[in-house]
């Protein structure tokens, strides 16, 4: 069964009929010539069907169809990597432009892309904190739970860090005898306003495990007001004043000191995601854990049409018309 690699049949089918629209001005043109010089169309618009099925063939190239499935080896370096993103209504703030959550989901985009054959899951947390996507190889998927990120999935309530910490500590479990360990880490994506318990113990466990929890302060120290659910209107409190959220650095900084991580912020004028990156790619596996994955990849034929249409241009370009005869 044939599938494709892009398959936006638009933009084809506009180029196709660019392409048959610049056919017919040259054949209208060849004619005009060829009625000038007494000579019949034909002779001089023989290559057209030549360039016609070229240009079809680069139009198929380029759509990269698809026929089968074929097995792939990957090298993982046997790495987990938790996304914990803050999706409390304080992350509606437009300090961050366009909103702190929408960057949120940008940078969450970029982070997946930087771990193409390790495994990632995905926790949100607000008031309370639950898994979105356990780990999974499947980035596709992670992708769509990423795309439907919003500020809706948790109760309101006051946020805290300590619950998304403590359910990553609780999936931090060791593996079953034979079974290679794996490093892993943790990016929290937060405002960092925390109004939760003591984040002591908890860190103090993770620390123990071995797990580096790397922090994102997403926000600016002067804040915005959280616009109020189901309109642009900001938020009031109970002295009927706009609630002004600002970056809380301070929780951020203890989590990624006290496990080893590191903290970076992201803003309009500051983005760490590049060290937070460079960073992660720097951490030593775990003992034996690289190991050589095999997946299904689409088996993509698009390098058979693009050279018979390479050939058919340089035959075109090869070949010419003979319009005018000197006779000595």
Known sequence: MISWAYPDFGPAALGLGLLLLLLVLQVARTRRLGQRLGLGAGRLAWKLPLRLVAGGLLLLAWLGPALGVRQQAIRTSGQDVWL?????????????????????????????????????????????????????????????FINTL???????????????????????????????????AAVVL?????FGENLEPVLQALGRTGARVYTVGVGTAQGAPVPAPGNKKALLNAKG??????????????VAAQTGGQYVPLNNRENGLPTLLADLRTLPPAANAAATRTVAVADNRYRYPLGIALALLLLDSLLTVRVLRLDS
């Open 84 to 144: 914990l993103v803050d999706v409390s209504r304080s992350m509606d703030a437009a300090d961050v432009a366009p909103t702190r959550l929408l960057r949120t989901q940008a940078a969450l985009t970029e982070l997946v892309a930087a771990f193409p054959a390790d495994r990632l899951g995905l926790v949100v947390f607000g008031a309370e904190a639950f898994v979105q996507c356990p780990l999974t190889y499947d980035q596709p998927a992670l992708q769509t």
């Open 150 to 184: 919003s500020t809706r999935l948790v109760p309101p309530g006051p946020t805290t860090l300590r619950a998304p910490l403590q359910l990553l500590l609780a999936r931090l479990s060791t593996p079953p005898a034979g079974v290679a360990p794996r490093a892993v």
């Open 190 to 194: 937060s405002d960092g306003e925390d």
């Open 241 to 254: 004043r706009p609630v002004i959220s600002h970056l809380g650095e301070a929780p951020l900084l203890q």
